[in-house]
Structures are given as C-alpha cells and as structure tokens.
C-alpha cells in the first residue's frame, strides 16, 4: 500500500473542501460539494431554458388553457417545497416523446407526450413534484459539479483552482458541466426525488398513491420495450422495481389525499382529440425517413385535415413537397408552419435553407438568422458561415464553420472542408514545408513537400542569407515554375557563392497558390 499516495489524495480532498466549500442541500440538509452558488444557479436556469425548449419541439401552443393548468399544478405544489422562492416556471412542450425534465433554479417542462399517458391530477402532481425536488435539492448543479471534476481530474482541480475565485470556478463549471442536468441522474437522486416528492404532493392534498402507480406503470412499459419511453423519460429518469417499493413503503406514511381524475380528463380533452393527427405526423416521419415524400403527404393530409392549426404538420408537409422535387410548394409549406407558430426555430431554418439553396440569399439568408436567435444550431451556423465567406469576412465565416464542425456527420464534413477551403485561399503556404541542405561546391538544395489536399501553383521562395542568427544579411525571391500535386515532394538547386555560405542560408515560402 502507498500510505504517501493516500496522505496526497487525502491532501487533495481537503484542498477541493477548502477551495469550494459545503453547500447545503436545501431539502436534505445534508453537506454537499458545489462548484456555483444558488444564484449562479437560477441564472444558469434561465439562460437555457428558453433553447431547451426550442430544441425540443417548442411550446405547445394549441391549447393556452393547458398551459395554465399544468402551470397552476406546478406553482400549488412548489409553494409547498423546500424552496418556494426559486422563480419556477412550468411549461408543456410541443413533443410526442413521453418525457419531463428541470433546469436548475425550477425551470421545469413536460412534453405533452407524456400528458397523454397519465390519468389523474395526482400522477402530473407526482411527475412535477418529482422534477420540483431535482431544482429544489440543487440536483442539477450537483450532476455539473460532477461533471466538472470527472473532467478536469481530482489532482488537476486540485492544482488549477488554486487562487481562483468563485466566479471563475462557475465560469468552469458551466462550461464543463451545462449538459449534465439533461443527463442520467443517479439513483440516489431519483430516490431522493421521488420520496420528497411525495411529501410535496401530501402537503398540496394530492393521493401519494398517484406516485406509486406512475412509477408501476414505467416499469411495466420499460420491460415491455416500449421505444418512445426508452427514448424519452427512461433515459433521464430510469424506473425500477426497487423505486415501486421504496414509494410504497413512502406513500403508507402519508395522509391520502385527492385525484381530481375528471378535472385532469377534461384538461387534456384537446390532447385526446388531436391524439389521431400527431399519430397520423410519426407515420409521416417515419415516411420521410425513408425518402418516401408521397406517403408523408398522404398521412400529413390527415394530420392537418384533423388539427389545421398545429405548425409541425404544415413544416413536415413542406419537407414532403421538396423530398419529391416541389420546392415552390415546400416553400409554401414552411410559410404556413411559420405563421401557425412565429416563435420556433424549426420553420425559419427550412425555409431559410429551401430560399438559400435556390440562390434567394437575401430572404433566405434573413430566416437563417431568424432561427439562430430563437436557437443556434450547427445547420444554421453552416450557411451563415458560407455567407459571411462569400462576404470575406472570413473570421466571422471561420467561427461559424468552427460551430458547424462540432455536430459530426456530413455537416460536419461539409463545414471542415469550408475550413480548409478558407485556409487554402489564406494561407496557401503554411503547408508548404522546407528544408535545405548543401548538394555541392556551390549548390544549396532545397526540399520542398506539398502538405495540403490541392495542387500548388505560382510558389515563391524567400531565401534569407544571414548575417547571424536573428538579423538577414540579404535576400532574394525565387519563383517556382511548375506545379506541385497535393501531397508530393520536390527537390531543386539554388546557386550560392560556396560550401561555407550554405549554414548561413535560410530557405521559406512566402507565397502559393492552390488550384481547387
């Protein structure tokens, strides 16, 4: 055993508890390591609310009068909790897939997807008490905290934060960690939340009972395989017979309370109705994927014949239209999805890209922009990098094509080969590579390799002879009349006055051209 190796991770663990400090676990009272403090935490919260929800499907905006609702349930069971001070908002997402989720300092959404599986008020009160415990027990900012360390390394967070502030070590973990509150949380987390939860649901008079039938009914559809849960809820909130269990034994300490079932019915009434239309749209999708534009059309025709006002149908229409070569029709598409909901980002960016591809720049270049500031993404980042590259602003073209590459894929293909594009155009000779070395009485020979993917043309050499090390004696440009191939390696001879000259001879290349 190295007792000097445990003495120094001993040593370490103290450094961290001295340079970050306990906070306390607002519903456990527990000690807990964290790298921001609570109101690092709201802000982080805010700052990305509003793209979570973009990203996933935008707010549903068909029914405002059940927006109100989920929000009303939400707010009645966060004025209970540990924390009813955090700026809560609750929002329902415009997306099929049954899930729900919160950001640190209470901003929390639940996808209308899962809405559609539930039967009472107190099963929503028991999905959003248990995501009002994750923000009110600072769960999010733990899971970032975590992340930080595993990333940086216990010793290096150790060494590195020595003499930073506390507003540096946020900055860190922001970067770090952002995506950590949308990953798996750990079980402990999903124990905690579902017990505290319960007793939030208890002291707002809901039946605790709702829980514990919520938590049977996940794990019956995750054996079951059901693949729009596996991909939804089951991957951030895993169930499991051990939670069923621990529930019960919870739900018996707790008082019963009410179900409110007709008046949760009546609140997804519209959600029942429209349930054939969004059915109707993942036929269409899954159409799409297939490059089978006919059969999207045909299902996207029943999904608007049933809910016209539903954006995402017109949207996917449009995708339909240009997948079998009718852009003018796609076009009008994505126009009506944009005048059906003006606030998400999706209808700007296809049609952006339709307009843009056709040679509209302008217009289509103006609803690129559009959907950036509702969400940045890699697509958009692409053709507004190519725009600012044919403008030549080649730094703001070379920071979007950096944002593009980050998405993997053919878009990040396209958007490294714009980068090395650029590159080439600017600085052709930095991948050129020198070297030279003496070849007779009065010959320097010069080793010139073409590293980039083109062909060179028009190189020229400057060739340095030195009065020392730092100061040139004297110099002369030697252009290169032929072409080397991408890739290849040439030697030729430069003339100097004798064998002593050649160590005083500094041989680069100043200028090339590629050939695309």
């Known amino acids: 055993m190295n007792i000097g190796l445990i003495y120094r991770q001993v040593a370490l663990l103290a450094s961290l508890s001295l340079l970050l400090g306990c906070a306390v676990n607002p519903v456990t009272g527990k000690n807990e390591l964290s ?17 979570s929800r973009q990203s996933q499907g935008g707010d549903y905006y068909i029914d405002d009068q059940l927006q109100a609702y989920v929000a009303g349930v939400g707010k009645k069971i966060a004025a209970v909790s540990d924390r009813p001070d955090l700026p809560y908002e609750f929002k329902v997402l415009n997306n099929s897939v049954p899930n729900a989720w919160a950001l640190p300092g209470g901003k929390i959404a639940i996808n209308r997807g899962l809405l559609s599986y539930l039967d009472d008020e107190s099963q929503l009160a028991a999905v959003l008490a248990h995501e009002i415990v994750h923000a009110a027990a600072r769960h999010g900012a733990a899971q970032m905290s975590r992340g930080t ?121 519209q959600l029942k109705k429209d349930a054939p239309a969004y059915e109707a749209e993942e036929k269409a999708i899954a159409a799409l994927n297939k490059k089978q534009g006919q059969v999207a059309l045909e299902e996207l025709d029943k999904s608007v014949a049933l809910q016209p006002r539903e954006a995402s149908f017109w949207e996917m229409r449009g995708h339909a239209w240009n997948l079998i070569d009718r852009p003018d029709n796609a076009e009008k598409s994505f126009t009506t999805a944009i005048g059906k909901n003006p606030e998400h980002f999706s209808g700007y960016l296809a049609r952006g890209v339709l307009r843009y591809e056709q040679g509209k720049q302008t217009s289509g270049l103006r609803d690129i922009k559009r959907s950036y500031q509702l969400l940045p993404t890699a697509k958009a980042s692409y053709y507004l990098g190519d725009s600012a590259l044919q403008a030549k602003q080649y730094q703001i073209a070379a920071n979007y094509f950096e944002q593009a590459s980050q998405a993997g894929g053919e878009l990040a293909k396209r958007s490294k080969a714009q980068l090395l594009s650029m590159k080439l155009e600017l600085e052709p000779e930095s991948f050129m590579r020198t070297a030279a070395v003496v070849s007779g009485p009065n010959n320097l020979r010069v080793r010139l390799r073409n590293n980039s993917p083109a062909a060179m043309i028009q190189v020229q050499l400057q060739v340095d002879k ?24 040439i030697e030729f001879d430069i003339k100097i006055a004798s064998i002593a000259e050649a160590p005083s001879f500094r041989v680069t290349v100043v200028e090339a051209k590629s050939v695309k």
């Open 35 to 51: 790298l921001i403090s609570p109101q690092q935490e709201i802000a982080l919260g805010k700052k990305n609310y509003q793209p």
């Open 149 to 269: 360390l595993a990333n940086l390394g216990l010793a290096a967070v150790a060494i590195g934060t020595q003499g930073r502030d506390g507003a540096q070590l946020y900055g860190l973990a922001s970067q770090l960690g952002t995506a950590a509150w949308m990953a798996k949380y750990g079980r402990d987390d999903e124990l905690e939340s579902d017990y505290y939860g319960m007793e939030y649901m208890a002291l707002a008079g809901y039946e605790p009972q709702g829980a514990v039938e919520l938590q049977r009914t996940f794990v019956q559809l995750s054996e079951g395989q059901q693949t729009d849960f596996l991909s939804g809820l089951f991957a951030s909130h895993p169930p499991s017979h051990q939670r069923v269990d621990a529930n019960s034994v919870k739900a018996a300490t707790l008082p019963k309370g009410e179900r409110y079932r007709q008046r949760y019915q009546t609140a997804i009434a």
């Open 466 to 489: 030195m009065a020392n090390a730092y100061q040139i004696a004297s110099s002369k440009i030697v252009q290169l009349p032929y072409k080397i191939e991408a890739g290849r390696e």
